[in-house]
């Protein structure tokens, strides 16, 4: 795909991935209508933009009334729709209240589904593309991140239903994982875990780099970060092998978890 003067919408645009895809498209000559929350954090990425030609929505994509505020700046024809708004908790399942793991769930797969299904007759005129941003967590589940897998894995699913129902549209559908990455959203009990582990994480502005580049090449799924990449693929074959593996980093798993709960608590 041909970034250069295309529309893209971006959902979750104000936070540390969803401002460096803002900045990777303006870069590559997009036109991006930057979706959030936060008006104050959009007219903070909107100043890091070159681009005179961007727009604004501030909306909650879980309402209806969000969704069809998205579809009404596309003014009837967008080229691409990335959804990268997401949610996440770190805790133990059993520490996770009713209201956490439904914000999960409608914000990480609701969300995502509903805005693919209303801008779609907007896609279709284009041949546009959709970018789904899931996680490594959506192909291996890993304790602490129950709630948060369990939404990947459903987002990972429709990912791949969509791109199969829709193969003889021109609609491209797109599924990228990232691994660890360094934002806001982990809380320090997250970084402590992820330090204590040895595990890799990734700057913003790679993942972004990667989903750029996913859009031109057209590639359908793109897993982010070594060994996670081999994990996934070991897991869908020999998933008892992952078991093992992820049992011996439970106790530290467990004790970051329970730590962060406390401190929410």
Known sequence: MDIAQKTFVLTGATGGIGAAIAVSLDQAGARIILVGRNAEGLAQVVGMLAGQDHQVVEADLTTAQGRQAVVNACGGSVDGLINNAGYNVFGMF????????RAMVELNVLAPMLLCQALLPALQKSSGTIVNVGSGFGSIGFAGYCGYSASKFALRGFSESLRRELSDTGIEVLYLA????????NRQEVVSMNAELGNKVDSPQYVAQQLL???QSGQARRYLG??????VKLNSVFPALVDFALAKQLPVIRKWAVASAFRSG
């Open 178 to 185: 990232p691994r660890a990455v360094d934002t806001a959203m």
């Open 94 to 101: 059993a520490d996770l209240s009713e209201s956490q793991l």
């Open 213 to 215: 580049l996913q859009l």
């Open 226 to 231: 070594w060994p996670e990449r081999f994990f």
